[in-house]
């Protein structure tokens, strides 16, 4: 079991940088693909990023595409989120999330991670 711990969202206004950081426990997460998503209440949740295990791999949902950039450091145990020239419709709240399986593909689709973060929020002002 991997626990996942989000952290890094906070109030900016339109055009600041934000970079989220998940951090994980509970098992080394150097061989498992990851990404990033967000919700808003009402909204099914979106994907926004992902990298594939070793990071030689990223995919980016084409709303933040050029603007936020994923990454990770497998010495910490740690992915990262850079949020770049950020947008009021970035306002949402941001889970980190870890395939269940190891030595798979990154995904855009929900359902494929098995472990997620408890959610950071992002509120970007005008």
């Known amino acids: 079991q991997v626990q996942l711990v989000d952290s890094g969202g906070g109030l900016v206004q339109a055009g600041d940088s934000l970079r989220l950081s998940c951090t994980a426990s509970?098992?080394?997460?150097?061989?498992?693909?990851t990404g990033w998503f967000r919700q808003v209440f009402g909204k099914e949740r979106e994907f926004v990023a992902a990298?594939?295990?070793?990071?030689?791999?990223?995919y980016y949902a084409d709303s933040v595409k050029g603007r936020f950039t994923i990454s990770r450091d497998n010495t910490k145990n740690t992915v990262y989120l850079q949020m770049n020239s950020l947008k009021p419709e970035d306002t949402a709240v941001y889970y980190c999330?870890?395939?269940?399986?190891?030595?798979?593909?990154?995904?855009?689709?929900?359902?494929?991670?098995?472990?997620w973060g408890q959610g950071t929020q992002v509120t970007v002002s005008s």
């Open positions: 509970g098992r080394t997460i150097s061989s498992y693909s």
């Open positions: 990298i594939s295990w070793g990071g030689g791999a990223t």
């Open positions: 999330a870890v395939r269940r399986s190891a030595a798979t593909g990154a995904t855009m689709m929900s359902y494929d991670y098995g472990y």
